[in-house]
């Protein structure tokens, strides 16, 4: 697999169970980032907290033009609505793909108060089919901190934003994260 012009190929990040800490690598780049609750996990579960182990493409960038400029990537863009859901239902027919809400099963609200999702890549992550129970709305967004630490996501990979910015610009279609166990 090749990448385009000016993208690379691996976004690598290292976790270990228990530890909602890790490190994200993209060539010569290092960033501290968060996952889930419960670290790393290989067999990630529909409420469990941990962020799954595995490869995984980016499929694109969901972003909120009213708070930021149109980041510079090459990944799919996507401007968030207010209407934007996910749904994490795992019996739902839209189980771990994009709604419109109010949306009759539960489903996670994309247009957020905080700037968690302002940038948010969503990732290949149980979606080629969506096996009910294996996990939903795997993303790649921004961190929340707390006293200046990182705070852990609910399963997710998150940076703080000029980080983010910098991991993007560096991504385009063919781009893949890796998350492994340290």
């Known amino acids: 697999m090749t990448s385009s012009p000016g993208t690379m190929p691996e976004i690598v990040v290292t976790g ?82 994009p709604v419109r809400l109010p949306y009759p099963a539960s489903a996670e609200t994309m247009w957020r108060e905080d700037h968690l999702y302002d940038l948010v890549v969503v990732l290949g992550y149980n979606d080629d089919p969506a096996i009910p129970y294996a996990g939903s709305a795997v993303f790649f967004h921004l961190v929340r901190e707390g006293d200046g630490q990182l705070q852990a996501t609910e399963g ?24 492994e166990e340290a």
């Open 16 to 97: 270990s169970p228990g530890n909602p800490l890790g490190e994200l690598r993209f060539g010569e780049l290092r960033f501290p980032c968060a996952l889930g609750r419960t670290g790393v996990n290989p067999k990630k579960r529909e409420g469990d907290g941990a962020t799954p182990l595995g490869c995984f493409p980016l499929r694109e960038l969901r972003y909120r033009q009213d708070r930021l400029p149109v980041p510079g990537t090459k990944l799919p863009l996507i401007p968030i609505s207010p209407s934007d859901g996910w749904c994490d239902a795992p019996e739902d027919v839209f189980y771990n793909r």
């Open 156 to 179: 997710c990979v998150a940076l703080r934003l000029d980080a983010m910015l910098q991991v993007l610009a560096l991504s385009g279609p063919a781009t893949r994260m890796r998350i």
